[in-house]
């Protein structure tokens, strides 16, 4: 079974989405950005996959703080 966590758009024009990502061969969920033009094709499975909703909501873009 897959596990994300976490998840939220990392940038307004909502092209990445970060999240926490469990793969099948670590021992624990890292931290993962996934992106609809990743070069890697299982980047842009996983960024399809949490557009879907199969690993829940999708927190909206916050954009930094300044000081």
């Not at 624990?28 to 829940?56: C, H, K, L, W």
């Amino acid at each position: 079974m897959t596990v994300a966590t976490n998840l939220f758009w990392s940038n307004a024009e909502h092209t990445t989405i970060d999240m926490m990502y469990q793969f099948s061969n670590l021992p624990a969920p890292v931290p993962f950005t996934a992106s609809q033009n990743d070069p890697m094709e299982y980047g842009r499975n996983i960024f399809a996959a949490a557009v879907a909703g199969n690993y829940g909501p999708i927190a909206p873009y916050t954009p930094p703080q300044g000081d």
